[in-house]
């Protein structure tokens, strides 16, 4: 009514009428010429990418916080230690968008090995949950690795039964927020050809000149 008596009849008639050709444009596309499957299938695959690329990540994640936090006595684990700083400073200093490019078109395949999407995704992802697992390590009280050592417990058992477990449920916060972030970096893996859910709406809008209906 507001709008009526603003702009007056003719406007609001107009408008209605742009409003009813916008619902039947988005039936006749969704649903007559098939794009829901289309929606359908993109957001299957960003389910995939993202949730895959988040397991990759934890379990690469855990391992780099393990050797980061161990003790640094002997040579190997200051090796170790060298290789996943440089690890974690790559993967987290460059846009994904690049690693993907670069581990697709350029890197990967002069040594014959290809990568896809989901696994980039796990790579760069395994940088960030690394960090995430080293704050969440360092911060179970010490006297837990104490205890577990006095028990007769090695090193590697007491992180994985004792220290570990605790700093995983103190690190959830922040691992829902790397899913999302996830959830929303899957549209890159369109420069490679995966057909995420970006790019349902973009074949979509595309092919009906209807970018508002997707």
């Known amino acids: 009514q507001q709008v009526r008596d603003l702009h007056g009849p003719a406007f609001y008639e107009v408008d209605m009428d742009n409003f009813g050709l916008k619902i ?7 649903f007559e010429q098939n794009g829901y499957q289309k929606v359908i ?17 934890i379990i690469i994640g855990i391992l780099i916080a393990t050797v980061r936090v161990v003790p640094k006595y002997k040579i190997l684990p200051r ?29 990967l395949p ?6 896809t999407g989901v696994q980039v995704s796990g790579l760069n992802s395994g940088a960030y949950i690394s960090e995430m697992m080293r704050a969440g ?6 006297g837990q690795m104490e ?5 007769g417990l090695s090193f590697a058992t007491t992180m994985r039964k ?9 690190i959830l916060p922040t691992l829902g927020n790397e899913f999302i972030s996830l959830i929303k970096e899957t549209s890159v893996v369109s ?6 859910l970006y790019v349902a709406f973009n074949y979509i809008g595309s092919n009906s000149y209807e970018f508002m209906v997707p």
């Open 147 to 151: 205890a577990g050592r006095a028990m």
């Open 162 to 170: 004792i220290v570990i477990p605790q700093a995983v449920k103190n």
């Open 191 to 196: 420069f490679v050809g995966a057909a995420d």
């Open 110 to 115: 002069i040594i014959g090995v290809k990568l």
């Open 137 to 142: 390590i360092l911060s179970v009280d010490g």
């Open 41 to 57: 299938e993109g957001l299957q695959n960003t389910l995939i990418i993202a949730i895959a690329g988040l397991l990759i990540g």
């Open 79 to 107: 090796i170790l230690n060298g290789f996943c700083s440089f690890y974690v400073g790559l993967f987290r200093g460059t846009p994904m968008v690049v690693q993907l490019l670069v581990c697709y078109y350029v890197l």
């Open 24 to 30: 039947e444009a988005f039936k006749q596309i969704f």
